[in-house]
């Protein structure tokens, strides 16, 4: 989905621990579930 949005764009997955899931736009963070509390 992110791709489609946005032609030309790199995805890649880091892993990390305790369930944080965060998306980060040219070193700012657009979405982060430990932020919003969201579970899972």
């Known amino acids: 989905m992110i791709v489609a949005r946005a032609p030309g764009t790199e995805v ?3 892993k990390s621990g305790g369930g944080v899931f965060e998306v980060t736009v040219d070193g ?3 979405f982060s579930k430990k932020a919003s509390g969201r579970f899972p």
């Open 28 to 30: 700012t963070v657009r």
């Open 12 to 14: 890649s997955l880091r």
